[in-house]
């Protein structure tokens, strides 16, 4: 019994239950866009929680995967262990989990489509259904394969295409069958706050990563301009939600919380130093994040 509740917590860690939180906010943010249009679908909107939860699962346990062969979770990382570097879980073992979770991913995804359809087409839904399967593809070759383009300083573009672009925009299209303008500003939002939990990762192992020949945003800029980087992440995606909120009508006192948070938070990535330091400020964005969520929400109902 005991045995089983140690393996559980080591699989709990592996998916990094503190990183969950974007996959809620971004499919939060595009339900919203449907709550504008009138059009929210409670079985669409499980099946892409469930979706994105997956595919961000799956890509955690390929990170702790791929960075181990490859050498980025070394003795110099200053993060938290990871389970294929620590010998917590086998290679073979995690390879197998990489695949049941794409399955899983996968076929909730085709029932995501089929619960869309009535709203989308037939057109759509192939697209979507190649997105999907492009989404599983990335979540996995981020840093496995002979050229990870995680290791190539990609991994920004990709979150921001996938949590902003199909997290959020996908998730309002999926919900009503339209482009709306209106959330395209979200999408701008949610993609830059997970591009900032990112680079977070990326500033507290640009010792590391450098040594494994990883050559993220953060170590080809180097640590004060990942900082200025941040920055502006930060700054541009609370433009971003302001503009959003100004032109659906939320009454603005709603994001005095979340951004207090962020402002917090960019102090904060000022003052360090050490990589250790970086560490817990990731789990501090992805909360906030959640948080722009719920105000958004709170927002429009009660503005």
């Not at 995804?109 to 192939?126: H, V, W």
């Amino acid at each position: 019994m005991q045995k089983s509740s140690t393996t559980f917590k080591i699989w709990l860690k592996a998916i990094r239950l503190r990183t969950l939180f974007l996959s809620f906010s971004c499919v939060f943010a595009g339900t919203l866009i449907a709550e504008l249009h009138n059009s929210l679908d409670a079985t669409v909107f499980f099946f892409t929680l469930l979706t994105a939860l997956f595919l961000q699962i799956l890509s955690n346990l390929a990170n702790d995967y791929g960075d181990s062969i490859h050498g980025a979770d070394n003795a110099k990382r200053k993060g938290p262990s990871r389970a294929v570097q620590s010998g917590q879980i086998s290679a073979n073992l995690m390879k197998k989990a990489l695949f049941f979770v794409a399955v899983l991913a996968f076929f909730s995804g085709i029932s995501l489509l089929f619960s869309s359809y009535p709203f989308i087409g037939f057109t759509a839904a192939l697209v979507f259904l190649g997105m999907g399967i492009l989404a599983i593809a990335a979540a996995i070759y981020y840093t496995n394969g002979k050229r990870p383009y995680g290791y190539r300083g990609l991994g920004d573009l990709s979150v921001f295409v996938f949590f902003g672009g199909l997290g959020v925009f996908g998730t309002a299209f999926l919900q009503t069958g339209v482009v709306a303008i209106e959330a395209v500003w979200l999408a701008v939002c949610f993609g830059m706050l997970a591009v900032g939990v990112l680079n977070i990762n990326n500033m507290r192992d640009i010792e590391a990563d450098q040594l494994a020949g990883k050559f993220s945003i953060a170590v080809r800029i180097g640590l004060s301009m990942a900082k200025r980087y941040h920055f502006v992440l930060i700054i541009l995606s609370m433009v971003s939600c302001s503009y959003f909120a100004q032109k659906s009508g939320i009454d603005s006192a709603y994001l005095v919380l979340p951004f207090v948070a962020f402002i917090i938070h960019i102090w904060k990535i000022s003052k360090c130093k050490l990589p250790e330091d970086f560490d817990p400020l990731l789990k501090q964005l992805s909360l906030s994040t959640f948080l722009l969520a719920i105000s958004l929400y709170a927002g429009f109902f009660w503005s």
